[in-house]
Every structure is written in structure tokens, then in C-alpha cells.
């Protein structure tokens, strides 16, 4: 899998459409526009298992615009909104 | 010699299964409270190890980290640091993990070792974990973490028996295992690295399986498919109102005549007086009214932890976020609100799931406005005297419309008024993202379950039940004294209080069309709005006899115009009526300044409503 990463552009996981799976490349709160502050959103995701080299999948999604999604992270669930999931780089 | 008390804590992430091995280790040995100053749910219980030493446990509110980023949390970091006013800091820190899914447990366990407090890690759902084929090697995790590593399977019997062994091994030397508390508020790149670390562990200990669990992920495809789960969660409410409505019904009938039957039996016994009249007035029909709705309870509570140990939960708020989202609503508070249909209290209580203070508090200021079974009484006996029983456009019942309409009428002022909180109020807290773990699903455990709901209704009648009775102590006095003058021929309620009040009120309600009689009732309907129609039915029975107090509905057509009943129905929307939500919403927000806020945005309401429907209608010629 890491061999095709180096050819896969990186996206924001909010961008992700159902099915699409990745691993996470670095976290970038500033770009996720959360109400939260950086650190503290980034402290988040990193206590829900949304570190570096985690396998991510996008298992679900909401019906009113696509929001929030249900994502694979390593063996557990999260759902997250796109918004915070913007701060989370994958390829 | 008698061994001292030995304090344990339990912490853990949400969805560790820390609350069944709480239930597995106590049993029904519990106490519910709140700690001081904030409304967070204080959990503690008893039980002896095999070596007869007494234990206290606390289980505390489960957290991914020790930064405290709610009161919740603040609470565990607090308690096991020893800083929680009040509290004995923790000899054993239980740190409880759910065995399939070590990840995120183990990084706070990184964390929670820094305190320097002795510590167990337990590995809960053991059974499952061994089913699914995830192989743990406990013994190298134990070097690894440097700390005691016990199975258990909370939810068999003797499932606890090595941690129960394990813990007196450990306390008999507390002392050598206490180490000097380290910990400091962690930083990003410091959290990071825990992380690092405990994958690390978790990759030398832990074999995977090749498949992971695949009927989790085939119920999802389900339940949470953008249409289809929305359909299942409409068909599991569908259920979950058919049971509270129609399998509560016969129960509450029979606590009902029983209550009747306990009045009429004091009645009997005692000499006419002021202690029959307290007694059978004040005492059981006041406290009755409000323990007639402890089935309701019972069942709404059932499926709200039924579904929560499931695992679904999580999916509903999953699937409701962003459609409640539009008017300032958490998806977790879905569920609080639906209950709200049966009754506001255990709807208030239910939202303790909102970990967001201003999310939570939201919810608690609109829960009153969804249709509580209370009102359907009241709804029920106006409709049918004045809205005639016709079809309109052939097919639809005018008066299950009109009942339709104070539903819906409702449900849309508590999105308008959530909408306006969230824009003026509440403006500079900060809306709690939406990240939220889905557990994979679990059979749900009827002994759980049974020690949930026989707590919640404990709550329910002890705290709700004092302020009922004292309510209803108060309304019994107003309504009694000052005694009428020897000879008087009015009916007694004319001298008392209430009626004085009434009279002082009717000018303050004669613009809603409201005449004394209304505002008398109005007064003991504060205890519970049901109450009202029986106070009605006291008040015109003093003017028409016991036989139109049969008949209240009748009365009450010949009584007021149409645009009065409108006006009324209108209020009961509205009106904060119920001393027993009130206190509910003071005890949930830790403040009289809530309660407050709540009684009077709903009477201002009420009364606005009351006053456009009794004018609009006047002018329509319904005067």
C-alpha cells in the first residue's frame, strides 16, 4: 500500500467520498476552519486514533450533504463531521 | 483486625464496558449522585474481595485523555490526582479496556501512569476479544506497560475472579507500588508521541485477526445508509411510542385506581377534617399524579439503555447531526428530546449523553416544549368539547388534526427557540464538534440493564417525589386556608387563598380570555398540568352540582366561548406547568438561574400565544 501512496495526491479526508480508503500523512488543523481551536482539535483526532500512518476508510456518510461520515480508523469507528475532517491529510 | 476501606476508581474510554464491570462488581450496591457544584453524575459502590477486605468504586466518566476538556472529564483527571474537593483520592486506579479495540485505552494508560497511583489494567469483553480472534499476550503487555495486567468478562458470572484476587494481591502493598505523580498537562507533539508508543505495544503483544468483525459492519450497512438507516431509526421510535403510550397505559390505570382506592380509604377511615382532607387532597392525589407516570419512565428508560448497550446510540445521533444540526442541535440530543414526548424529566435526565455544556443546555431549555404525555388529558378534554368530530377534505378527523397541530406546533417553537439560543444567547461558546466513537455492537445485558433503569427510577421518585410533595403540600394550603366562616354557604374554596389569588390573577389573564375559575386551576396544574382538568372540574362543580363534574367537558361548552378553549389549548403549549420539570432543569443545571430562565421564556410564550389565538379568534366572531 505505501508504494502507491507516493503517487496518490494528498486531500483532506473531508474531501473523501464514501469507499475511499487512505493513510493519514500528517494533520493540518489550521485548514479545517473548526470551531475549535488548532490544538485543541488536533488533540482530538490524535485521542481518537487519527494519527500518522493510520489505514483510513470512508464507511458511511449522512444524507443532508454528504455529512458527517463514518470513518474506518486502524480497528475502530469514528464519526466525524467534514469540517474537523478537513484538518486530517490522507493519500 | 478489620482492614480499612479500600478506595478504587475506574476509568476508561467511552464504550470500554467499565459500566458492566461496575455493575459486575457491585451488583445493586450503588449510589447515584451528583458531585458538588456541577451536574456530573457521581457513581459509586460497594463489595468485598474473597480476602474479606471492604472496597468503594467509584466509576468515573469516561475520557480519551486527562486534559479535561469537559466537566466530565475535568472530573477524572481531578479525582485521580486527588484534587476533587471532598474526594478520597483513589489506592487503585482501575484503568478498563475494551479487549477488542486496545488502541486508544493504552495511550491513556501512557497517560494515566504518570499520575504515580497504583494501577490494574483490565481487559473486559475478554470473551468476545478471544471469539473474534484477537490473540493478547497478557504477559508481555504487562512487561511492556510495566503495570498488573487481569482479564475479565464483566457480564459472566465469576468473570471478575482475578481481578477480584488481583486486587488483593496489590493492596496488601500499596505503598511499594505508589509512585510520585509526574503528570502534567500533555502537548500535542507529547500526545502524539503516547500514541506512537502504545501502538508500539499494542503491535508487539496483540495479533490480529485476518477478518474483522464482519456483522458490525454488515449491520451498518443498514443502519446507516443515508435513506434506509433513516427509515429504521423511524420504525425503532415508532416501536419505542407504541410501547410508552400503549404498554405503560394499563400499569398507569391501575396505579391510578389505586391511588383513588388509598384516598377513598382514608377518606373513609378518618374523621372529615384537616388531616383527611391533607392526607387524601394534598399527599396521595399530589404525589399519585406524579407516580402514575413511573411506568412511562420505566419504558423509556428501557429502550434508551437497551439501544445504548446495543451500540446504537452513537448511530442515531450519527444519523440525526446534521438535520437537527440546522437549528443549534448536537445529534446527541435526539434521543433526550424524543423522550421529552413521554415526559420532560427522564427527557432532562437523558441528556447527560451531551457531553457539550452549551449543546446540553440547549436541549434542556426546549425539552419542555415537546408534547409530554401530561398534557394529552388536557388536550383530550377541550378538543372533544369544541372541535366538532368532522372529516375535512373527506378523510381527515378535525379533532386528530387539531391534536396533530399542538404536536407539530410544539415541536416547531422548540427548533425556533433552540434556533434564537444558539443565535443570541450562547453566541461566544464554542458548538462542540460532532466526533463521536461507533462501538461495534454488543448484545445488550439484561443485568445491566435492570440495575440502569431500577437506579433511574429510584432518582425519579426520590428527588422528583420530594419536590412534588412539597409542591403539593403548598397548593393543598393555599387551597384550604383561610377556612370559610361558620355558616358560610359558598363553597369552600372561595375563602381560601387560591381563590383570592385567582381573582388577583383574572385581570392579568382576561386579555387571553382566561376567567378566575382558569386562573384557580391554573394554580395547582403547576404541580403537574394534568392536574388542571381535575381542578377544573372542583371549581364548576361547586357552581353546577356533582353531576357537571361528570360531565366537565359539557360544563365547560356552555361555559366559555370557543376562542377561550383555543386560547387555553394555545397555553398549554407553552406554559412551564409542572413544578416537577422545573425541578428536574434546577438539579440538571446546577442552577436556580436556568430554572428561571426556563419558566419564564415559556410563560412569556404561553401568554403571547395565548393572546394571539384568544384575539385572532375574537375577531374571527368565536367570542
Known amino acids: ?91 | 483486625m478489620e482492614l480499612p476501606l479500600l478506595h478504587l476508581a475506574l476509568v476508561g474510554t467511552p464504550n470500554s464496558g467499565k459500566t458492566s464491570l461496575f455493575n459486575a462488581l457491585t451488583g445493586s450496591r450503588q449510589k447515584v449522585a451528583n458531585y458538588p457544584g456541577v451536574t456530573v453524575e457521581r457513581k459509586e459502590g460497594f463489595f468485598v474481595t474473597p480476602l474479606g477486605r471492604q472496597v468503594s468504586v467509584v466509576d468515573l466518566p469516561g475520557t480519551y485523555s486527562l486534559r479535561g476538556r469537559s466537566p466530565d472529564e475535568e472530573i477524572t483527571r481531578d479525582f485521580v490526582l486527588g484534587k476533587a474537593s471532598g474526594e478520597t483520592m483513589p489506592d487503585l486506579v482501575l484503568c478498563v479496556a475494551d479487549a477488542t479495540n486496545l488502541r486508544l485505552t493504552i495511550r491513556l494508560l501512557l497517560e494515566l501512569k504518570r499520575t504515580g497511583r497504583p494501577m490494574i489494567l483490565v481487559l473486559n469483553m475478554f470473551d468476545i476479544a478471544t471469539r473474534r480472534g484477537i490473540n493478547v499476550d497478557v504477559e508481555r503487555l504487562a512487561k511492556e506497560l510495566d503495570v498488573p495486567v487481569v482479564t475479565s468478562i464483566a457480564v459472566r458470572k465469576g468473570g471478575t475472579a482475578d481481578l477480584l484476587q488481583l486486587t488483593d494481591e496489590i493492596s496488601s502493598k500499596l505503598a511499594a507500588e505508589l509512585r510520585e505523580n509526574s503528570w502534567r498537562a500533555l502537548s500535542v507533539s507529547e500526545l502524539r508521541a503516547t500514541q506512537r508508543e502504545a501502538d508500539r505495544i499494542i503491535a508487539d503483544c496483540v495479533s490480529l485477526p485476518a477478518s474483522p468483525d464482519t456483522l458490525t459492519a454488515r449491520i451498518d450497512a443498514i443502519v446507516l445508509h443515508p435513506v434506509g438507516g433513516l427509515i429504521v431509526l423511524a420504525l425503532i421510535l415508532f416501536v419505542m411510542f407504541q410501547a410508552v403510550f400503549a404498554w405503560a397505559q394499563p400499569l398507569m390505570e391501575l396505579l391510578n385506581s389505586g391511588f383513588d382506592a388509598l384516598g377513598e380509604l382514608v377518606h373513609n377511615t378518618l374523621p372529615a377534617g384537616l388531616l383527611q382532607s391533607f392526607l387524601q387532597n394534598g399527599v396521595i392525589s399530589g404525589v399519585g399524579s406524579v407516580i402514575v407516570f413511573l411506568p412511562q419512565i420505566i419504558i423509556i428508560f428501557l429502550f434508551i439503555l437497551l439501544l445504548e448497550d446495543f451500540g446504537y446510540m452513537a448511530r442515531a445521533a450519527f444519523l440525526m447531526d446534521r438535520i437537527m444540526g440546522g437549528a443549534g442541535l448536537h445529534g446527541r440530543a435526539f434521543i433526550p428530546l424524543l423522550s421529552s414526548f413521554a415526559c420532560a424529566i427522564p427527557g432532562i435526565m437523558a441528556t447527560r449523553v451531551i457531553d457539550n455544556k452549551r449543546d446540553r443546555l440547549t436541549t434542556i431549555l426546549i425539552a419542555p416544549l415537546m408534547t409530554c404525555s401530561a398534557r394529552i388529558p388536557v388536550y383530550t378534554l377541550i378538543i372533544s368539547a369544541f372541535i366538532p368530530a368532522r372529516d375535512v377534505w373527506g378523510f381527515i378527523n378535525l379533532q386528530g388534526l387539531v391534536m396533530f397541530g399542538l404536536y407539530a406546533t410544539g415541536i416547531a417553537s422548540a427548533l425556533l427557540v433552540s434556533f434564537v439560543i444558539k443565535f443570541f444567547m450562547l453566541r461566544d461558546y464554542a458548538p462542540a464538534p460532532f466526533m463521536l466513537e461507533l462501538p461495534d455492537y454488543k448484545v445488550p445485558q439484561l443485568k445491566s440493564i435492570a440495575i440502569g433503569i431500577y437506579t433511574r427510577a429510584k432518582m425519579f421518585l426520590q428527588r422528583a417525589g420530594t419536590t412534588i410533595f412539597s409542591m403539593m403540600v403548598l397548593i393543598w394550603f393555599l387551597a384550604s386556608f383561610p377556612q370559610p366562616p361558620a355558616g358560610a354557604t359558598e363553597p369552600a374554596i372561595d375563602f381560601s387563598l387560591a381563590a383570592i389569588i385567582g381573582k388577583a390573577l383574572e385581570p392579568l389573564l382576561a386579555p387571553v380570555g382566561f376567567n378566575w375559575q382558569i386562573a384557580v386551576a391554573l394554580i395547582p396544574g403547576m404541580a403537574a398540568r394534568e392536574v388542571a382538568v381535575a381542578a377544573l372540574g372542583t371549581v364548576y362543580a361547586i357552581e353546577g352540582g356533582k353531576e357537571a363534574a361528570e360531565q366537565i367537558g359539557q360544563v365547560l361548552a356552555t361555559k366559555w366561548s370557543l376562542a377561550t378553549a383555543l386560547s387555553m389549548l394555545a397555553w398549554y403549549i407553552f406554559a412551564p406547568q409542572c413544578a416537577s420539570t422545573l425541578a428536574v432543569i434546577r438539579r440538571e443545571t446546577g442552577s436556580w438561574a436556568w430554572m428561571a430562565v426556563t419558566f419564564t421564556y415559556m410563560l412569556l410564550l404561553a401568554y403571547a400565544a395565548s393572546l394571539v389565538t384568544y384575539n385572532v379568534a375574537v375577531a374571527l366572531g368565536a367570542g
Open chain 1, 1 to 91: 500500500m505505501t508504494d502507491t501512496n507516493d503517487t496518490r495526491s494528498q486531500m483532506p479526508l473531508g474531501l473523501a467520498q464514501r469507499g475511499y480508503t487512505g493513510v493519514i500523512q500528517h494533520l493540518s488543523a489550521r485548514e479545517a476552519g473548526s470551531a475549535l481551536s488548532d490544538i485543541e482539535l488536533e488533540s482530538r483526532l490524535i485521542e481518537l486514533g487519527f494519527v500518522e500512518g493510520a489505514r483510513v476508510e470512508v464507511l458511511h456518510e449522512g444524507l443532508v450533504g454528504r455529512d458527517p461520515i463514518a470513518v474506518r480508523v486502524d480497528n475502530i469507528t469514528i464519526a466525524v463531521r467534514r469540517r474537523e475532517a478537513m484538518a486530517i491529510i490522507v493519500a
